[in-house]
């Protein structure tokens, strides 16, 4: 059975650095094809994916998001690790990581249950 | 921010039958690139419901079905039930000069009258 669980702080201020840990099991990111991905949702919107790191290293990032968010792994806790600088109220939101299906460009599946992060001084 | 499209809202009487559509472009849907469906109940994470324009993960209802068709990509619901009470999104995979990434749909309540 695959499971996701994501950790972080609850509330974190104006330009903090938000760093979120993603614990997983059922699966190895050292195994060919394997990635971890990131996605958020604001209170009442709509899903925004951030990021995503494979077995490989190859590390990939929302274009609009690129020059906030590094993506890391450790692959010997089952961990994946999201820091994003510069935090602001609208990054408020649900940050959820889940795993990207073996196919190219396919879907997430499953995901972890989220942590809301709250942006405020 | 989200460059796929879809209704903000459909309903429908339990029993019938409610599609929703999912808009895109040239450089996400028309480009070849898959669809994915997912339902979000209320409060809790996004579920996996239809991958790879069409195919359904086990244990999703026959209920649910996906198509896609040039720039755009639709999931329909049949027999209603009060249970598929929910948010669904489409997603796919965008590739454009300002870069590629995964993007999703702004996302449609589904209200079961």
Same mark, same amino acid.
């Given at each position: 059975q695959i499971t996701l669980k994501e950790s972080g702080p609850t509330l974190v201020k104006p330009t903090q650095t938000l760093t979120l840990t993603c614990t997983f099991s059922g699966f190895s990111l050292s195994t060919s094809g394997v990635g971890v991905g990131w996605i958020r949702q604001p209170p009442g919107k709509a899903l925004e994916w951030l990021a995503l790191i494979y077995?490989?290293? =190859?590390?990939? %990032?929302?274009p609009s998001l690129k020059s906030r968010l590094t993506?890391?792994?450790d692959t010997s806790k089952n961990q994946v690790v999201l820091t994003m600088t510069n935090m602001d109220?609208? =990054?408020? !939101?649900? %940050? %959820?990581? !889940?795993?990207?299906?073996?196919? !190219?460009?396919?879907?997430? =599946?499953p995901w972890g249950q989220g942590t809301l992060v709250t942006v405020s001084s | 921010q989200s460059v796929l499209t879809q209704p903000p809202s459909v309903s429908g009487a339990p029993g019938q039958r409610v599609t929703i559509s999912c808009t895109g472009s040239s450089s996400n849907i028309g480009a070849g690139y898959d669809?994915?469906?997912y339902q979000q109940l209320p409060g809790t994470a996004p579920k996996l419901l239809i991958y790879g324009n069409s195919n359904r993960p086990s244990g999703v209802p026959d209920r649910f079905s996906g198509s896609k068709s040039g720039t755009s990509a639709s999931l329909a619901i049949t027999g209603l039930q009060a249970e598929d009470e929910a948010d669904y999104y489409c997603q796919s995979y965008d590739s454009s000069l300002s870069g590629s990434g995964y993007v999703f749909g702004t996302g449609t309540k589904v209200t079961v009258l």
């Open positions: 077995w490989d290293d =190859d590390k990939r %990032y929302s993506i890391t792994k109220p609208v =990054d408020t !939101a649900t %940050y %959820y990581c !889940a795993r990207p299906q073996q196919l !190219a460009q396919g879907g997430f =599946d | 669809v994915h469906w």
